[in-house]
């Protein structure tokens, strides 16, 4: 059975804290984690449809309900108070699914069919059973779209480097981790990089850090720092600088620009 990434690891550490400390009588704090927790199992579960690993409802089922007890106690409670609610969340995380697909290169048509589909058997749905086993349906469906695509556009080295850089983009990932994990000569695996990609590996490293940071910041849920060491960079200063590299803008400034634009 697959494993959670390390970045949702490193998320769970420090939300679930989070969880514990807080009682009955600091609900908006609790609720705050909670969301937390729960953005970090929704982006864990993205990594998890869109990578090469053939997927089947059964496994996708068993990788989502890998979480620790007291968390799926805590859903399940919620969920069985709240099933109209739920379904609305069942809803948002196909349309955030469809839109990543369509990032990620499959067809908006067919992307968008999926996600179709799934909305009405959603607004159908009678229990958390019939919830369960669409959202299984769609990300096997998902997945299987992503791979096809992916196979048709680059060789298998660079979508097995690909996705070591981005299950890795916590940590301090060099263009030679990413070639030793590849098991290839690093000059040899970063020039067939670039030809396919039209990017250096290092540059893919810091867009998909970069990439994962906006993520993070435009939900509000961390701070400017915490974004910084869930993605394991040095220091604040050097993520600031590299962040406006990729961005044009700072962090802070990337921030106050999303929220100009609610």
Same mark, same amino acid.
């Given at each position: 059975?697959?494993?959670?990434?390390?970045?949702?690891?490193?998320?769970?550490?420090?939300?679930?804290?989070?969880?514990?400390?807080?009682?009955?009588?600091?609900?908006? @704090?609790?609720?705050?984690?909670?969301?937390? *927790?729960?953005?970090?199992?929704?982006? =864990?579960?993205?990594?998890?449809?869109?990578?090469?690993?053939?997927?089947? @409802?059964? &496994?996708?089922?068993? *990788?989502?309900?890998?979480?620790? !007890?007291?968390?799926?106690?805590?859903?399940?409670?919620?969920?069985?108070?709240?099933?109209?609610?739920?379904?609305?969340?069942?809803?948002?995380?196909? =349309?955030?699914?469809?839109?990543?697909?369509?990032?990620?290169?499959?067809?908006?048509?067919?992307?968008?069919?999926?996600?179709?589909?799934?909305?009405?058997?959603?607004?159908?749905?009678?229990?958390?059973?019939?919830?369960?086993?669409?959202?299984?349906?769609?990300?096997?469906?998902?997945?299987?779209?992503?791979?096809?695509?992916?196979?048709?556009?680059?060789?298998?080295?660079?979508?097995?480097?690909?996705? *070591?850089?981005?299950?890795?983009?916590?940590?301090?990932?060099?263009?030679?981790?990413?070639?030793?994990?590849? @098991?290839?000569?690093?000059?040899?695996?970063?020039?067939?990089?670039?030809?396919?990609?039209?990017?250096?590996?290092?540059?893919?490293?810091? @867009?998909?850090?970069?990439?994962?940071?906006?993520?993070?910041?435009?939900?509000?849920?961390?701070?400017?720092?915490?974004?910084?060491?869930?993605?394991?960079?040095?220091?604040?200063? *050097?993520?600031? &600088?590299?962040?406006?590299?990729?961005?044009?803008?700072? !962090?802070?400034?990337?921030?106050?620009?999303?929220?100009?634009?609610?």
């Amino acid at each position: 059975m697959s494993k959670a990434c390390p970045l949702l690891k490193k998320m769970q550490k420090e939300d679930i804290k989070q969880i514990k400390r807080t009682d009955s009588a600091n609900v908006a @704090e609790q609720s705050d984690a909670m969301k937390k *927790y729960a953005q970090a199992m929704e982006n =864990d579960r993205e990594e998890y449809v869109f990578s090469m690993e053939e997927m089947t @409802e059964e &496994k996708y089922r068993s *990788y989502v309900y890998r979480t620790s !007890p007291e968390w799926q106690s805590n859903i399940m409670e919620y969920s069985t108070i709240s099933f109209e609610l739920t379904k609305l969340y069942t809803a948002i995380g196909m =349309d955030r699914m469809c839109q990543t697909a369509i990032k990620k290169g499959v067809s908006t048509m067919d992307a968008e069919s999926v996600k179709r589909d799934a909305l009405i058997d959603i607004s159908q749905a009678g229990s958390l059973e019939e919830l369960h086993n669409l959202a299984a349906k769609v990300a096997v469906n998902y997945n299987s779209m992503y791979r096809n695509f992916m196979t048709e556009q680059y060789s298998y080295p660079v979508i097995r480097a690909d996705e *070591y850089i981005r299950q890795h983009r916590n940590t301090k990932c060099m263009p030679a981790d990413v070639a030793n994990a590849v @098991e290839l000569n690093p000059a040899y695996l970063s020039k067939l990089f670039k030809k396919e990609t039209g990017k250096t590996l290092t540059e893919h490293i810091a @867009e998909t850090k970069i990439g994962t940071a906006k993520e993070l910041l435009t939900n509000h849920m961390y701070s400017l720092r915490e974004v910084s060491e869930l993605l394991g960079f040095s220091d604040y200063a *050097y993520f600031s &600088k590299c962040f406006k590299r990729q961005t044009g803008m700072t !962090p802070a400034q990337f921030v106050k620009s999303a929220q100009n634009k609610i």
